[in-house]
Nanobody, 118 residues
């Protein structure tokens, strides 16, 4: 099993930036890592994904504002979020998969709150 610990959330004004981090621990090889978010009253949605080989996928709405990166040596994934909007307010969750794509067997972090004020 993989333990995921997110950090970097907080309160920021619209137009500001935040950098989320997710550190994975455990003896299992991790291929895909990514970020999801869930706003109040809404379903959890995909934000971005990166594989151990560097393949990256973004959801359409965040493309150009969010950048996902990864340090394989540290088993850590980052999400740089720029030009934040109030609608980006959500709990952001890290997800890790042993495969190149996400499955129902994945591990999740506990989530980190991002609040963007207008």
């Amino acid at each position: 099993q993989v333990q995921l610990v997110e950090s970097g959330g907080g309160l920021v004004q619209a137009g500001g930036s935040l950098r989320l981090s997710c550190a994975a621990s455990g003896s299992v090889f991790i291929n895909a890592m990514g970020w999801f978010r869930q706003a109040p009253g809404k379903q959890r949605e995909f934000v971005a994904r990166i594989t151990s080989g560097g393949d990256i996928t973004y959801s359409g709405s965040e493309r150009g504002r969010f950048t996902i990166t990864r340090d394989n040596a540290k088993n850590t994934v980052y999400l740089q979020m720029n030009a934040l909007l109030p609608e980006d307010t959500a709990v952001y969750y890290c997800r890790a998969s042993r495969l190149m794509y996400f499955t129902s067997d994945d591990d999740w972090g506990q989530g980190t709150q991002v609040t963007v004020s207008s």
